[in-house]
């Protein structure tokens, strides 16, 4: 079984929303959407599910032409980043709704009733209402009444952001093993690369409407195809600087300069990329490979500090382990290692990966 989307596009009062997506989605799969506020996830997300209508393109489920389907014909399931739940109905008639407005039998609809619950965790709690219940545990009947329906497509919209750190934590270790237990595809949007390499599954980064990139996460990670998609799947985003190449030399646009033999291409020009735990600080790392700058600002978190850094046009961002003090405007040097770093054409397509042993 499988949700295919073929050249779908969506444009509202002339703007594109949704743009040419080509995707398809097989049964039990985890398919992450990821991509910032306004990448069109909802957007797309609403048109799986026969809410809205495409403007061109095709959508077929099993080889099935569903384009323009309306949701009500569809076997689909959404759960949302609000608690939407009844207040007024206990836990159990929550979860068992979408059975008793189906007409099922009332054994099936407590076999099944007790089967979510006891998927979510959550018998203890099923004759309190909703109010009773902490934020995890609503958004678990949320996902319960959204699971019981044994739809084919289980979409879920952000649906741990509302929640606090520790709740989300919790949720995001069993969401893996909920998915696993059912043979629904699953889709699940969020902003964070972090949830999305979490989830595992494959993944469809987004921006600006178009999925820029879709397959195994860890595998679009290691190997993003262009440098939007490496920007969307890394946390902080993928820090850039453009460089000149001249046989093994390269040249910084502060002047300074290094040499590598890593990268067998063209001389022309270029753009590193590399990710924020791969930078050392001051002397940290490789001396061949230097990049100057200025402190702009520190993030201290206890276990880490993310430290900011001007250069000319750039902001680099670095992560060093613990707690490191250092003063906005002082003079500070970042060394990266070769054989870590993404190179990219000056239109950003990818031209040779950080070596799959180190890219993380």
Known sequence: MSLSLKNISKRVMGEDHIQDVTLTLDRGTVN???????????????????????????????GRDITGLPVRKRSVAMVYQQFINYPTLSVFENIV????????????????????????RLEPYLQRTPLQLSGGQQQRTAIARALVKGADLVLMDEPLANLDYKLREELREELPRLFAATGSIFVYATTEPTEALLLGGHTATLWEGRVTQFGPTAQIYRVPQDLTTAKVLSDPPLNTVSVWKSGNTYRLPDGSQFETGRFAVADGAYIFGFRAHHAGLNGGGYDNLILAG??????ITGSESYIHVDSGQDRWVALARGVVKVDPGAPIRLSLDPKRLYLFSPDGALVEAADAALAA
């Open 294 to 299: 200025t402190v702009a600002v520190s993030e």
């Open 32 to 62: 992450v959407l990821l991509g910032p506020t306004l990448a069109g996830k909802t957007s797309l997300m609403r048109l799986m599910a026969g809410l809205d209508k495409s403007t061109s393109g095709t959508m077929s489920f099993d």
């Open 97 to 120: 709704s979408p059975l008793r407005v189906a007409g099922l039998d009332k054994a099936e609809i407590e076999k099944r009733g007790r089967e979510a619950a006891a998927l979510l």
